[in-house]
């Protein structure tokens, strides 16, 4: 996903010399051939997040189309207040950037897991949450941020993700999820770096002649109500899939649509519980901890639905 977000970056940024890149002294054999070309547009500004937010700001309102680049919880939470005053309450158009979604810096431990940034930045007025699916949606959801008036957290994984996607989705759009899969009885919903393993859970529940529908939510904020309700209608389960706390993430905005729109449908929230990771793994090990698997999610649908 880093590989696809600089890739679609250099290729805009050929068109447009006010595109800026800072980053606050991460992305290290990354971020170099962007650097290369345009080095004027491009500031490793130190390991100083605050400060980031601050310079973009000024950026941004001086015409230029600022994506800042670090550890997802350095550049949520590290800099919190300036990402509300700053970015926020003046609905200034700076892209956050945020890698290593959910557990990817798994042996790093809870300082560098991110599982409330979601739901910290779901709680801004004026900021759209993206959490790209696989490198392509990596690449449309950059594309399409341009042309947001206000903030947006684009949330991707670390490297190694393979395209979900046969093709570049041509209905890719912000707010709209994308129905990969079409289904009858069960509804997976995923969002981010989980959308590989519904991908399996479908096949593991396709065996079991149970027909399955996959939903990309993409964007969690604002989420797609429309496809969610049109989905309640054919589905009576959902279950959302996300690599975030249970409170506060995909499966929270999902449950918002449900009450709010009085639907008839049962939901089942996959994701970490509310709890700091307290052993130490890489991220397929944690996700195993947590029961987050394929195997372990179809298991636990087919002992619901049944």
């Known amino acids: 996903m880093r590989t696809a977000f600089i890739n679609k970056l250099i290729e805009l940024a050929r068109n447009d010399k006010n595109i800026y890149l800072i980053t606050s002294d991460t992305g290290f054999s990354i971020l170099e051939e962007f650097e290369k070309l345009f080095s004027e547009q491009y500031l490793n500004i130190g390991i100083s997040e605050a400060n980031m937010i601050g310079v973009a700001s000024g950026l941004s309102l001086g015409g230029k189309k600022v ?39 798994g042996n790093a431990g809870a300082t560098h897991h991110s599982i409330e940034d979601i739901a910290v930045m779901n709680c801004l007025p004026n900021m759209t949450v993206i959490c790209p699916g696989d490198p392509i949606e990596v690449g449309k959801a950059v594309e399409e941020s341009l042309k947001l008036n206000g903030p947006c957290y684009i949330r991707i994984g670390k490297s190694g993700e393979p395209n979900i996607h046969k093709e570049v989705p041509g209905s890719f759009s912000l707010g709209k999820g994308i129905r990969l899969r079409i289904g009858e009885n069960v509804a997976l919903v995923a969002t981010g770096n989980m959308l ?62 449900i009450t709010e729109e009085n639907l008839n449908v049962r939901l089942k929230k996959f994701a970490i519980p509310d709890k700091y990771v307290d052993v130490v793994g890489d991220q397929d090990y944690l996700r195993n901890y947590y029961g987050l698997t394929a195997e372990q999610i179809s298991e636990k649908i087919l002992s619901l639905i049944e």
């Not at 350095?74 to 945020?98: A, H």
């Not at 993409?218 to 969610?228: A, F």
């Open 196 to 257: 590989e393993t519904a991908i399996k859970v479908y096949e593991i529940l396709k065996e079991k002649n149970i027909d399955t529908e996959v939903i990309s939510m993409h964007t969690v904020k604002p989420i797609d109500k429309e496809m969610i309700i049109e989905t309640s209608k054919r589905c009576k389960f959902i279950a959302t899939m996300e690599e975030h706390n249970v409170i506060g993430g995909l499966g929270s905005r999902v449950a918002d649509v």
């Open 67 to 105: 994506f800042l680049y670090a550890i997802a919880p350095f550049i949520t939470m590290r800099c919190f207040e300036q990402v509300r005053i700053d970015l926020c309450y003046q609905n200034i158009p700076v892209k956050l950037i945020g890698v290593g979604a959910g557990l990817t810096y």
